[in-house]
């Protein structure tokens, strides 16, 4: 589930807030469609959250184990 490169980019994006689907796309630079195929995938998969606030869903990370795998990956990769 967390070797495609898109999913990452889209757990990077939501590692500290929760995000709305058009501020993932925004972040990724990958269409509306493609995000939300990988959202719903890991939603399924259990490792995001979505809520919704109105017109508006927001996903944030459901899983603590996959908050520390995106702090490990930007400590050591991206900064």
């Not at 925004?26 to 259990?46: M, R, Y």
């Amino acid at each position: 589930m967390l070797g495609e490169p898109m999913r990452l980019r889209i757990l990077q994006t939501i590692c500290k807030e929760p995000r709305s689907v058009n501020e993932i796309v925004e972040a990724t630079g990958s269409t509306q469609a493609n995000v939300s195929k990988h959202l719903a995938l890991l939603t399924s998969a259990g490792i995001l959250r979505r809520e919704r606030d109105g017109q508006r869903v927001f996903y944030s990370i459901l899983e603590p184990l996959v908050m520390r795998l995106c702090e490990t990956v930007r400590t050591n990769w991206l900064d």
